[in-house]
């Protein structure tokens, strides 16, 4: 798993064949484009702006029965219950399921759940799956319930085990399940989370509540809850917890309502992550995609384009996927009558989902493929959660108010945000229509593989992932709080950061007394006349690569672009150095914190990559406290879109006179550079 | 019941409000078209184009088990059968029902079947539903099945029961149900078709299949079945039973195998009755739809308006009630295990449609109004063909194949088709786009009552229409006949239209000969010099008029405006005749065949309307036949879109001096008329 992998030659290729295929419709995209400025300018913008209101919360909206009772809001421990009565009348209909119809020849999935592959489904749920078993590994985690505005709600609270004196921060986070999931989805994930790392100077304290309606936590009685309303119900259970600021992860449900927190709590919410990382319920995040069936490369990195492109394919996958969701938001009561009722008629509903959203493709196999991911009793456990609490319609009711997306998702939020993006998961938005949101969206894993129910598929992936953007998470604040002024002391039992963390940071630690013999950027005529330090804190003067041909560059250790990156420039420069090619790499923190590590760590990771070239101290490229080369470089070789530097891996090739002469971007691989290189070698 | 009923004041006013309220819109709408037309043209008018080409038809095509084996062509009883196997584990499962989730607060049938309702549902089916009485009742009519295309396909076969030497001519006519619907829904028309009536000189002999995979029709085996499939099956069903012409009648997907069928087959078609006449499928209709949005009056008639505008309304409606429809489409197989081992969730998932498809406006109501319009036997009846055949799966998974209807509603039909539009029907499309495909379009009756299942809930009105559509597309074939050279003589069994129906028409017996003192039109400068006859046969010089101020008026005794027309000419005659006005009526049939009758027929319905202004002959006003006088009336006053007189109550006023002045359609009231009349008077 790394973020933004380069394209291979024949990807590229490939890429570029297939759109100058579609240049050919271009006529008709372009009609495209006028309708969508039309439809702008029709609605007088209404679509495209992004200044919705926050909508009001009420806080004490009452779910429960009217007449209003008193509600126990004592904290109370909670056991998960298979009854005697439960399973016997389970395995009673499971021996008495009807003949289902058999299903058209070689149609697989495609129909829907395979009704010739149902029988193994339930005839090991009848036979094999071991109530009193699951009933115990279900209950291994310690379950509560409490009073929340009417309705009891369930959570799980689990603690990290921490030794006696660890020096480790304990970090509350939410994790949200989604929908058909439960609190079944984390049971894999929740030990990765709760277990300290070595690495890591951060555990997590897991609160992983039922839904409203789904599981353990009661229905609501009232019309009218949605994903802000779950949002408002979780906001209140992790006040009566004690905490006041906190992590949230979600995928599916789980992740707009992780969503809808991070819009209505922003100073509650310390960074959200989510494996569904979606705003599909905002006109300007609709206009960006058919904006792409023009120019993809505007709107997604060429890498990903085949995730979303030819729309037509996504948008056919979307409808095929979509059909419960349409039932569920207009008429979730009447098929909950049959899915309360038959044990098999609820196993296909939701297992059918564990197939096709876990790849789509999975519905050319008879089986669905089901099995090739998932175990037959983890897949039963979720469904049983779903079958002795009869809680199917009640939790499809939430898809009725999806509609409050309409405006949720485009109300923008500050709370730093991570997604990770799994190679089949059902849908797919590039990080520039995720930044129409989240303006703190600090980063996106591209994992070439898994689905939908990353927790339950891949939890390892998953909670490094979760590590990993809540490290990035603590920084973010850090480094905002620099910039503040101090706030005050900080609460009890809430999760802000971690001061134990030895600041391995160095990022901006040029101090302005410190900047070497300073050079003013905005006169000078060549990289000559600047100075830097190498990777041991060495000054350098650059006058030494007088005569030389060189390839400055940022680089990171954690990058997507890494590996190429460092590969070919290693070929280069082994190639080229007698002819006079030099190259300097400056490591830099300041793209998605991929360039974490002290000088230490940098040299380890170089030396494993054998990087013979040339590696200078960590140094910022853009903002005030820019090193004067860089600022240097970037006026001299302007960027389209600005001057800034976009991403790690930005190359200027300067010739042997100190001149910058071109500039390439992270999607240029290194080996493109010859042509230009070669130029300046016979000058 | 009646065709096009003019407005009251008031809902003219209110008409008005509204649609003047709605200009305040109209830069939206303008944006919209021009949406519109750049989409035309980007797809290069694709979608507009109505040439699609008429799929190839597979005559043979298997949809049996491979490989092959002998099918059984003979026609065989059959008999429908409810087994105690059946019964008694149908009961089991009613009474081992499971608790259902309560509805949410005051929810009614809004988010589906109320859970509250439906023990009721259940608790009569099974201890009141009589299974033997119904049983017998089902097999009232004939049931037969006969090997089609690898499929057994059933269907009942009634025919009329006639006295020796009746003089009457019996019609075949296929009636196609729907989903989620059955041979049950024809079980209250049938007998009202096959009745001989005293005024019609035709009886029909119904012939009413089960679509494969529907009850008992086998299911195909093989993908692919949609609603072209079925016509062939069909075709080839009503040709082994003898019958190569005959009529088609259905609503929902019956509707649309019947359309398919007349658009396959409109040598085999005579004629295409359907209560769902909509053509949804059509890009065109679609943009003539959003066309309305601005103008409403150029797509639909303002008394209609409001059955399909304000759009969001409607569309919204649309998206409400068709979950069931993206399920169905995507995940059949899915759903169908469910409602397959549940009979309370099929119940619930059918009779919900009964509910919501009657009157949308019954889902406030905590039992859907469901037992309003029918009762719980009868509904049950169809729930039972379901339940002991197992074809719920089956028959969903037709909905799978709907995207043929992309092209098949595109292709225009001869085929004459005349539709009935209940006011409740879920979608309402108006004339002027039905006209897109059907170019023979006769007539729509509107119905101020009624809902999606008129078979079951207003037999009587269904069936009186089928016979008035008949009688109309037997009168449309003989006007094409005497257009034609003579075709060869009929063959067995078909339903040619009637020899014996004595000519009550003589719509275009003037003959060329027998002409009056023919005067040019073309040189003619005043309606004086023009001669026609009265009502009875006499001569009458119009110069009789000089000096009177004239309305003249095509009249029809069965259209929507009669009513109020001859109230207001009567009005206006009285009150201004001493001022010199003169009405002079002509009897017209060319619009729908609105005025049929004989003079004889017409005399005596006019003096039920205290008529006492001047009658004349029947004549044509439009085509080759049309009265010189008309054809100089529409000279001198063109019309919008054409001279051509558009409907019944066309009025032209005409001066002291036999000029034709003013010209008004049918949607201006004769009262409107006052102020042109009172300035010729004074003249």
Not at 401 to 418: A, G, M, N
Not at 571 to 586: D, H, N, V
Not at 640 to 669: A, C, H, M, Q, Y
Request: one cysteine or more; proline letters at 6%.
């Amino acid at each position: 798993m790394s973020s933004k992998r380069p394209l291979t030659k024949a990807q590229k290729q490939q890429y570029e064949k297939k759109y100058e295929k579609r240049s050919l419709y271009i006529p008709k995209k372009y009609f495209v484009i006028a309708i969508i400025f039309l439809l702008a300018a029709s609605s007088k913008l209404y679509f495209f702006k992004t200044d919705c209101v926050i909508p009001n919360v009420d806080f004490e909206q009452w779910w429960g029965s009217y007449p209003k009772t008193e509600i126990d809001t004592s904290i109370r421990p909670f056991m998960i219950e298979f009854s005697d009565i439960k399973v016997n009348d389970l395995k009673e209909r499971l021996l008495h399921r009807a003949q289902f119809a058999p299903p058209l020849d070689s149609a697989g999935f495609s129909y829907g759940f395979n009704s010739l592959f149902l029988p193994k489904v339930l005839d090991f749920w009848q036979k094999e799956y071991n109530f009193e078993e699951r009933e115990r590994f279900l209950n291994k985690y310690n379950h509560f319930v409490t009073g929340i505005q009417g309705l009891d709600v369930h959570y799980m609270h689990v603690k990290p085990d921490l030794g006696v004196g660890d020096d480790i921060t304990v970090l509350p986070i939410l994790l949200i399940h989604g929908w058909p999931g439960s609190i079944r989805e984390f049971y894999e994930l929740i030990p990765k989370l709760v277990t300290p790392r070595p690495n890591q100077k951060f555990v997590f304290e897991v609160i992983a509540p039922s839904i409203p309606g789904f599981g353990y936590s009661q229905a609501p009685v009232q019309q009218g809850m949605g994903p802000q309303e779950v949002a408002v119900v979780f906001y209140n259970l992790m006040k009566r917890l004690g905490f006041t600021k906190y992590y949230v992860q979600g995928g599916n449900y789980g992740a707009k309502i992780g969503s809808v927190m991070a819009t209505l709590f922003p100073d509650t919410v310390l960074g959200f992550h989510t494996n569904t990382p979606t705003i599909m319920w905002s006109p300007m995040a609709i206009f960006y995609t058919l904006f792409g069936t023009i120019w993809p490369s505007f709107i997604v990195e060429p890498t990903l384009a085949d995730r979303m492109y030819p729309l037509s394919q996504y948008l056919r996958t979307i409808i095929q996927e979509t059909g419960h969701f349409h039932l569920q938001a207009t008429k979730p009561d009447t098929v909950g009558i049959a899915l309360s009722d038959s044990p098999a008629g609820l196993a296909a509903y939701i297992l059918e989902k564990f197939s096709a959203w876990t790849d789509v493709d999975n519905k050319q196999a008879i089986d669905g493929a089901l099995l090739h991911k998932f175990s037959l009793t983890h897949l039963l456990d979720n469904v049983m959660i779903y079958w002795t609490t009869n809680s199917i319609t009640s939790s499809m009711r939430h898809y009725t108010e999806y509609k409050q997306l309409w405006v949720l998702d485009r109300i923008p939020t500050d709370v730093p945000t991570w997604g990770i993006k799994f190679k089949y998961n059902l849908c797919f938005q590039p990080d520039s229509i995720l930044r129409l949101k989240y303006k703190n969206y600090l980063h996106s894993s591209i994992v070439e593989d898994g689905g939908h129910f990353a927790a339950m598929e891949m939890p390892d992936v998953l909670a490094d992932d979760i590590f990993d953007a809540v490290d990035t998470f603590i920084r973010f604040h850090e480094e905002k709080k620099k910039n503040e002024p101090q706030p005050e002391p900080a609460e009890s039992k809430t999760a802000e950061t971690v001061s134990a963390k030895k600041s391995t940071e160095p990022v901006k630690k040029t101090e302005p007394a410190k900047k070497p013999t300073e050079v003013d950027y905005m006169k000078a005529k060549s990289v000559h006349e600047f100075t830097v330090k190498d990777i041991h804190g060495n000054e350098v003067k650059l006058d030494r690569y007088k005569g030389q041909v060189l390839i400055i560059v940022n680089v990171a250790s954690n990058c997507g672009y890494t590996n190429v990156h460092y590969k070919q420039l290693n070929e280069l420069y082994e190639k080229y150095s007698g002819k006079g090619l030099r190259i300097l790499a400056f490591p830099c923190n300041q793209f998605a914190y991929q360039e974490p590590g002290s000088p230490e760590e940098i040299l380890k990771f170089t030396k494993a990559k054998q990087v013979k070239f040339d590696l200078f101290e960590k140094v910022a490229v853009n903002g005030e406290d820019a090193h004067p080369l860089w600022n240097f470089l970037k006026r001299m070789q302007g960027g389209t879109l600005g001057d800034f530097v976009k991403w790690n891996f930005s190359k200027f090739i300067v010739d042997k006179n100190g001149v910058p002469v071109e500039r390439f971007g992270p999607n240029t691989d290194p080996l493109e550079l010859v042509p230009y290189l070669e130029k300046l070698f016979d000058q």
